[in-house]
């Protein structure tokens, strides 16, 4: 391991002080002056860097080359300690250190640094070959990292429409904001979805630190916008379940393969993922077993009777599921032909920073999501405790699962009405 700490010389000169940077790696130490002088005034001694100070126009040309030279040191020693196998010796890395080209050299700039978006390239390879783990220490799922090169692509178009490249060492608080204005204004996307891409930057970001591409002072500087907002999404009421069920009108052997996959879904509380490719080989004494594909945790899952219908169906062998994008294309098809289904739906967001109310059909607003989340309101309306609902559902935290509980007024009155008339 490797720390930079960057201090001044005299902390009482009257004017300016020169900077010397303190280096400490494998029991060792080397001091150096970057050539570099700055007013003690104007210097947070705790951090080791300037401070900013309204009409000090040095703060940003001089906090930049400071966190430059801290990212080319790392990057000296990790090359010479080849990622810390081989031991450095403090005379060569001092010497690796002064020999780096010049940071005017716009071709050595471009060829010892990364690109944001060659290194967000970097960390989806990295996911799907494994080499970057999740914090459960497993390979990174297929649908994650989909957001990770949407993300990506949305950042390229960014670069292009402001006509600039943003070097991952150079990414700092005014970028994130030009890039969550460009999503939320000009791509007029909704806070919850600017606030996904930001938290994607905001973990690729984690990932150069480790591998000691980019500064943490630079990444604790940053303010990341990653709240999100409740959204008012949609679950199917088991009468509206059942209208699905008794549906026989379909166009195509798919209509009636998707209408089933979901009623899977909705009765077993498995993501999208888990129920379109459910082994029913795991089936046991009326249980179904699964890993599940987010958290990794084993599910037991009771068969309930519009399960039971759909395995005997099958005959234990379920159908092929096609994208999700085409399931969810088909899902709204034939929800449109449910006349309970054709009703007016308001759904409060956030929108080109603007509250919005969205008005559409509720057969509009179906998708594979929404079995998931029927599972578990109807379940709650069941009076079934949430600790059991959670641990079918594989809910780790209860403000996780309370997210997909969309019960409205009246339906929580007649929940508490029916428990008191119990006792």
């Given at each position: 391991m490797i720390s930079v700490k960057f201090y001044l010389k005299d902390r009482g000169a009257p004017r300016k002080s020169s900077i010397r940077a303190s280096v400490c790696f494998d029991g060792n130490r080397i001091l150096f002056s970057p050539g570099i002088s700055y007013n003690p005034k104007n210097w947070d001694f705790e951090r080791g860097l300037p401070r900013k100070v309204k009409g000090d126009e040095s703060y940003a040309a001089v906090t930049s080359r400071l966190k430059e030279l801290e990212l080319r040191i790392a990057k000296s020693y990790n090359d010479l300690s080849q990622n810390g196998t081989t031991r450095v010796r403090p005379k060569i890395l001092k010497s690796k250190i002064f020999d780096a080209p010049s940071r005017n050299n716009q071709a050595t700039k471009e060829k010892l640094f990364y690109t944001l978006s060659q290194f967000i390239h970097t960390f989806i390879r990295d996911c799907e070959t494994g080499k970057r783990l999740t914090s459960k220490r497993v390979k990174m799922g297929y649908s994650t990292i989909q957001t990770f090169i949407t993300t990506k692509n949305h950042f390229e178009q960014f670069e292009k429409n402001y006509k600039k490249t943003i070097y991952l060492k150079d990414f700092n608080q005014s970028v994130h904001d030009d890039f969550i204005e460009y999503l939320e204004i000009e791509l007029e996307q909704s806070r919850n979805s600017s606030s996904k891409h930001i938290t994607n930057i905001r973990?690729?970001?984690?990932?150069?630190?480790?591998?000691?591409?980019?500064?943490?002072?630079?990444?604790?500087?940053?303010?990341?916008?990653?709240?999100?907002?409740?959204?008012?999404?949609?679950?199917?009421?088991?009468?509206?379940?059942?209208?699905?069920?008794?549906?026989?009108?379909?166009?195509?052997?798919?209509?009636?393969?998707?209408?089933?996959?979901?009623?899977?879904?909705?009765?077993?509380?498995?993501?999208?993922?888990n129920y379109v490719s459910l082994d029913l080989g795991l089936v046991n004494d009326g249980y179904i077993e699964v890993i599940n594909i987010k958290t990794n945790f084993k599910n037991t899952i009771p068969i309930l009777p519009e399960v039971e219908r759909i395995i005997s169906k099958y005959k234990g062998q379920l159908p092929a599921a096609p994208t999700n994008q085409e399931f969810n294309r088909t899902l709204k098809d034939i929800s449109r032909r449910i006349p309970e289904l054709n009703r007016p739906f308001e759904k409060r967001i956030t929108k080109a920073r603007e509250k919005q109310i969205i008005r559409k059909m509720k057969w509009e607003m179906v998708m594979t999501h929404t079995a998931r989340r029927s599972f578990c309101t109807n379940m709650y309306l069941r009076s079934i405790p949430v600790p059991t609902i959670m641990a079918i559902s594989g809910h780790r935290t209860e403000k996780n699962f309370y997210k997909y509980i969309k019960a409205d007024g009246m339906e929580h009155a007649k929940l508490l009405k029916s428990i008191i008339n119990k006792q």
């Amino acid at each position: 391991m490797i720390s930079v700490k960057f201090y001044l010389k005299d902390r009482g000169a009257p004017r300016k002080s020169s900077i010397r940077a303190s280096v400490c790696f494998d029991g060792n130490r080397i001091l150096f002056s970057p050539g570099i002088s700055y007013n003690p005034k104007n210097w947070d001694f705790e951090r080791g860097l300037p401070r900013k100070v309204k009409g000090d126009e040095s703060y940003a040309a001089v906090t930049s080359r400071l966190k430059e030279l801290e990212l080319r040191i790392a990057k000296s020693y990790n090359d010479l300690s080849q990622n810390g196998t081989t031991r450095v010796r403090p005379k060569i890395l001092k010497s690796k250190i002064f020999d780096a080209p010049s940071r005017n050299n716009q071709a050595t700039k471009e060829k010892l640094f990364y690109t944001l978006s060659q290194f967000i390239h970097t960390f989806i390879r990295d996911c799907e070959t494994g080499k970057r783990l999740t914090s459960k220490r497993v390979k990174m799922g297929y649908s994650t990292i989909q957001t990770f090169i949407t993300t990506k692509n949305h950042f390229e178009q960014f670069e292009k429409n402001y006509k600039k490249t943003i070097y991952l060492k150079d990414f700092n608080q005014s970028v994130h904001d030009d890039f969550i204005e460009y999503l939320e204004i000009e791509l007029e996307q909704s806070r919850n979805s600017s606030s996904k891409h930001i938290t994607n930057i905001r973990q690729v970001l984690l990932y150069a630190i480790k591998r000691n591409e980019f500064s943490k002072v630079s990444f604790f500087d940053i303010k990341f916008e990653t709240g999100r907002e409740d959204s008012d999404n949609i679950y199917l009421t088991e009468d509206e379940l059942q209208l699905l069920i008794n549906l026989t009108d379909f166009k195509s052997k798919l209509e009636e393969e998707v209408r089933d996959l979901f009623i899977l879904g909705a009765y077993t509380g498995l993501r999208f993922g888990n129920y379109v490719s459910l082994d029913l080989g795991l089936v046991n004494d009326g249980y179904i077993e699964v890993i599940n594909i987010k958290t990794n945790f084993k599910n037991t899952i009771p068969i309930l009777p519009e399960v039971e219908r759909i395995i005997s169906k099958y005959k234990g062998q379920l159908p092929a599921a096609p994208t999700n994008q085409e399931f969810n294309r088909t899902l709204k098809d034939i929800s449109r032909r449910i006349p309970e289904l054709n009703r007016p739906f308001e759904k409060r967001i956030t929108k080109a920073r603007e509250k919005q109310i969205i008005r559409k059909m509720k057969w509009e607003m179906v998708m594979t999501h929404t079995a998931r989340r029927s599972f578990c309101t109807n379940m709650y309306l069941r009076s079934i405790p949430v600790p059991t609902i959670m641990a079918i559902s594989g809910h780790r935290t209860e403000k996780n699962f309370y997210k997909y509980i969309k019960a409205d007024g009246m339906e929580h009155a007649k929940l508490l009405k029916s428990i008191i008339n119990k006792q």
